[in-house]
């Protein structure tokens, strides 16, 4: 199993900016997927779930309405579109796995993508 | 859903025994309670679920109990490789929370 995410960079508040997650050596269309974050030197803090069809989503309350969580399973890989971004959205953004179809713990990791808001 | 960890901090020798607590603010669902690792500069790594099942590869010097809001990770003797930071996660009600973290440190 491999997650590789892509797509952070620096970012001007107010703008923004789609991050990838693509998945290979498991069956991708088979699995729901989480975004989770990290702020430097912070804990972790759960974003967000899709399920395995991408007909279901979940979301934490701070970032519901302005982060959308979405997946194209021909090409394995899943999606964070984050608008509106505030300098506090600055963190590490990992994606992972879900052990089943949806709503249960993520076992495998991607590596993180950085995403910096600043002026 | 808010999940809170103690200590914040614990400092022990290799070889000592580490219990790392995490309460719930409310019952989250039987047995939807995972523990994870991360070391500096790595992705958290998946050590038990289900409150105290633990994750392929993972020793049995670790193990996990507890049930309603109250569950405990343990550790029965520290290994060099076991200093890092644990989080909880509850995943039987959305939205899904973590807990702030134990920090396990070298004393």
């Known amino acids: 199993v491999q997650l590789v995410e892509s797509g952070g960079g620096v970012v001007q508040p107010g703008r923004s900016l789609r991050l990838s997650c693509e998945g290979s050596?498991?069956?991708?269309?088979?699995?729901?997927m989480h975004w989770v974050r990290q702020a430097p030197g912070k804990g972790l803090e759960w974003l967000a779930v899709?399920?395995?069809?991408?007909?279901?989503?979940f979301y934490a309350d701070s970032v519901k309405g302005r982060l959308t969580i979405s997946r194209d399973n021909s090409r394995k890989t899943v999606f964070l579109q984050m608008n509106n971004l505030r300098v506090e959205d600055t963190a590490v953004y990992y994606c992972?796995?879900?052990?089943?179809?949806?709503?249960?713990?993520?076992?495998?990791w991607g590596q993180g993508t950085l995403v910096t808001v600043s002026s | 859903i808010v999940l809170t960890q103690s200590p914040a901090t614990l400092s022990l020798s290799p070889g000592e025994r580490a219990t790392l607590s995490c309460r719930g603010s409310q019952n989250f669902g039987p047995e939807t309670l995972a523990w994870y690792q991360q070391k500096p500069g790595q992705a958290p790594r998946l050590i038990m679920f289900?409150?105290?099942t633990r994750a392929t590869g993972i020793p049995d010097r670790f193990s996990g109990s507890g049930s309603g809001t109250d569950f405990t990770l343990s550790i029965s003797r520290l290994e060099p490789e076991d200093f890092a930071v644990y989080y909880c996660l509850q995943y039987g009600s959305t939205p899904f929370t973590f807990g702030p973290g134990t920090k396990v440190d070298i004393k």
């Open positions: 050596g498991f069956t991708f269309s088979g699995y729901g």
């Open positions: 899709i399920s395995y069809n991408g007909n279901n989503e």
């Open positions: 289900g409150a105290y």
């Open positions: 992972a796995r879900d052990v089943d179809r949806a709503w249960n713990h993520p076992d495998y």
